[in-house]
């Protein structure tokens, strides 16, 4: 296989137009696929450009239309692409799988924009449930009615039967009705669990809002799925990112569930798409023994990562922060995991050669946990581990050069920035906005920057988080010229975050992430030159094909 290094040393402005992989010379040297008559964008450079790619098993074997031509024979199928441009598969860092998975069929609220409609969606859909079933789903925003938190007595008339739970978008906080709230066991005496919060009204009874750690209380009364079940609504969502050209996720998660069901799935095949998992920190002792049986997966189904929830969310005022919130000067958010515990997990898993990521969202969480890492890499000595930290959302300006320092990857999602972007000022203020959702100062700093979604928190749509990365222009039309515009980022180095940084965050990036003989032939085929459109177009950007492993999953 030619060395990664090798291809990105061709450099800016490079065609790449004959490149084959040696190792498939001899007797039986044709290609299965010849994709041809491309505008094939190939991750190496911002203008590495080359028009063909042939495919021979799962990997690219050449590049390029004279070496794809010269290795073409009879058997070889032949694909005329027709000038459609094309880029290496889009992986996508941070999703929740199987909660964004069953969603797809689950109450919608997200664009309620009134108290009115919030009600009357949630009447419709517990009308349409069977008597005594869990009405779920969601992705309320309070926001958008100018931010008035619901409350158990706007609902509890029209759902008398139906336990209520659902979930604001950010997925720290639940809705619940006062059935909901029964059966999971919640009144007035409740003492909200270490890293949770249960609102009450000024009389000490519920509201039906609760935050972070709490949720528990209310996922244990709802109870699990059957694995048939959990497996034909990861189906569904397999096929959804794929129509999006994505062609491998990392679910990010504190349960197993999406991890067990791609493993199930993985035993009768091909997943179609392609995981890598983040299992829960606390639990990285049966992790790493799991790994001393099993090894780590394989191209389909990886695991050898570990995810910690360290802070909470702006939206929910559970976000950790050095100062209060402007618009609760009671609070400065939470802190989820004790740090006490954070060090001693990370330590351990560290130490025996698990991955480690951390959710932190605040500047003093995102400080925290900087400090962790830090800490750890001293106490257990050099090597290659690639500390992640999701979200990286708020930082103290001294914060951000700490990542290149450190080679500690931010793991972000530019589509929160346009939609926080809306109303972020009420909570934190000018000022504080001033280095949040930093993506072009740390692009610029040198350090390791991948891009995803945060499915369902934002659509698992890369073209979405292409512009917000790009532009920068808010959810509500404002900003047309870039909220906090110098923390916009070029569009190459937006695709260079969803593709190649995707695999470097993930350790794969000698199989995927770019377009060059001998990676695994994962690639997205779109209807428009992403390079050659007004940039305000990326999100109406199509999916044409989606090829995993050299196969045509989409399209």
């Given at each position: 296989?030619?060395?990664?290094?090798?291809?990105?040393?061709?450099?800016?402005?490079?065609?790449?137009?004959?490149?084959?992989?040696?190792?498939?010379?001899?007797?039986?040297?044709?290609?299965?696929?010849?994709?041809?008559?491309?505008?094939?964008?190939?991750?190496?450079?911002?203008?590495?450009?080359?028009?063909?790619?042939?495919?021979?098993?799962?990997?690219?074997?050449?590049?390029?239309?004279?070496?794809?031509?010269?290795?073409?024979?009879?058997?070889?199928?032949?694909?005329?692409?027709?000038?459609?441009?094309?880029?290496?598969?889009?992986?996508?860092?941070?999703?929740?799988?199987?909660?964004?998975?069953?969603?797809?069929?689950?109450?919608?609220?997200?664009?309620?924009?009134?108290?009115?409609?919030?009600?009357?969606?949630?009447?419709?859909?517990?009308?349409?449930?069977?008597?005594?079933?869990?009405?779920?789903?969601?992705?309320?925003?309070?926001?958008?009615?100018?931010?008035?938190?619901?409350?158990?007595?706007?609902?509890?008339?029209?759902?008398?039967?139906?336990?209520?739970?659902?979930?604001?978008?950010?997925?720290?906080?639940?809705?619940?009705?006062?059935?909901?709230?029964?059966?999971?066991?919640?009144?007035?005496?409740?003492?909200?669990?270490?890293?949770?919060?249960?609102?009450?009204?000024?009389?000490?009874?519920?509201?039906?809002?609760?935050?972070?750690?709490?949720?528990?209380?209310?996922?244990?009364?709802?109870?699990?799925?059957?694995?048939?079940?959990?497996?034909?609504?990861?189906?569904?969502?397999?096929?959804?990112?794929?129509?999006?050209?994505?062609?491998?996720?990392?679910?990010?998660?504190?349960?197993?569930?999406?991890?067990?069901?791609?493993?199930?799935?993985?035993?009768?095949?091909?997943?179609?798409?392609?995981?890598?998992?983040?299992?829960?920190?606390?639990?990285?002792?049966?992790?790493?023994?799991?790994?001393?049986?099993?090894g780590r997966g394989d191209d389909w189904v990886q695991w050898g990562g570990c995810k910690v929830v360290f802070d909470g969310s702006l939206g929910s005022r559970t976000a950790r922060f050095y100062e209060p919130y402007l618009d609760d000067p009671s609070t400065r958010g939470i802190i989820v995991t004790d740090p006490a515990d954070l060090r001693r997990w990370i330590e351990g898993a560290d130490k025996a050669g698990l991955q480690v990521t951390a959710h932190a969202i605040g500047d003093e969480a995102n400080d925290i946990v900087l400090d962790t890492l830090a800490a750890v890499a001293r106490t257990n000595g050099l090597r290659d581990r690639r500390f992640r930290v999701e979200h990286v959302q708020h930082m103290k300006p001294h914060a951000i050069p700490r990542f290149k320092a450190q080679d500690v990857i931010a793991s972000v999602q530019p589509y929160h920035a346009i939609d926080d972007g809306r109303w972020a000022v009420r909570r934190i203020g000018e000022k504080r906005l001033e280095t949040s959702f930093a993506f072009g100062s740390l692009v610029r700093s040198g350090a390791h920057v991948c891009m995803g979604s945060d499915w369902p928190v934002a659509p698992i749509d890369p073209f979405t988080g292409l512009d917000a990365a790009v532009n920068r222009e808010t959810l509500d039309g404002k900003h047309p010229e870039g909220w906090h515009p110098r923390q916009r980022v070029t569009l190459a180095q937006a695709l260079r975050c969803y593709t190649g940084e995707g695999a470097y965050a993930g350790f794969n990036e000698d199989k995927m992430g770019l377009i060059a003989p001998g990676l695994l032939a994962d690639f997205a085929v779109m209807d428009q030159d992403l390079f050659a459109i007004n940039s305000h177009l990326l999100s109406k950007t199509k999916v044409l094909r989606t090829v995993v492993g050299g196969v045509q999953r989409f399209g």
């Open positions: 296989m030619i060395d990664r290094r090798t291809i990105l040393a061709l450099g800016a402005g490079t065609a790449v137009t004959g490149i084959s992989r040696a190792a498939f010379a001899g007797s039986d040297d044709q290609l299965d696929t010849a994709w041809i008559n491309a505008r094939v964008w190939t991750g190496a450079g911002p203008d590495v450009r080359t028009d063909a790619i042939g495919v021979k098993g799962e990997r690219i074997a050449a590049i390029g239309a004279d070496a794809v031509r010269a290795l073409t024979g009879k058997r070889t199928r032949v694909i005329d692409l027709q000038g459609a441009f094309v880029t290496p598969g889009f992986i996508d860092p941070h999703v929740h799988f199987v909660m964004a998975s069953t969603m797809l069929t689950q109450a919608s609220l997200r664009d309620a924009a009134n108290r009115k409609e919030f009600v009357e969606r949630i009447a419709a859909a517990a009308k349409a449930l069977p008597r005594g079933q869990w009405l779920e789903g969601g992705n309320w925003d309070q926001d958008r009615w100018g931010g008035e938190m619901p409350h158990r007595n706007w609902i509890d008339a029209v759902t008398p039967d139906t336990p209520v739970a659902v979930i604001r978008y950010d997925l720290h906080m639940l809705f619940l009705n006062s059935l909901a709230l029964k059966l999971a066991g919640i009144d007035r005496n409740t003492v909200a669990p270490p890293g949770g919060v249960i609102e009450k009204d000024a009389n000490g009874e519920p509201t039906g809002i609760v935050k972070d750690s709490a949720k528990d209380l209310v996922l244990r009364a709802i109870g699990e799925r059957t694995p048939a079940q959990i497996d034909a609504t990861v189906a569904k969502g397999i096929e959804v990112a794929l129509s999006k050209g994505v062609t491998q996720v990392h679910p990010t998660e504190l349960e197993t569930i999406s991890f067990e069901s791609t493993r199930r799935l993985r035993a009768r095949g091909e997943t179609g798409l392609r995981f890598r998992h983040y299992l829960p920190l606390k639990d990285w002792e049966d992790q790493a023994a799991l790994i001393a049986r099993e």
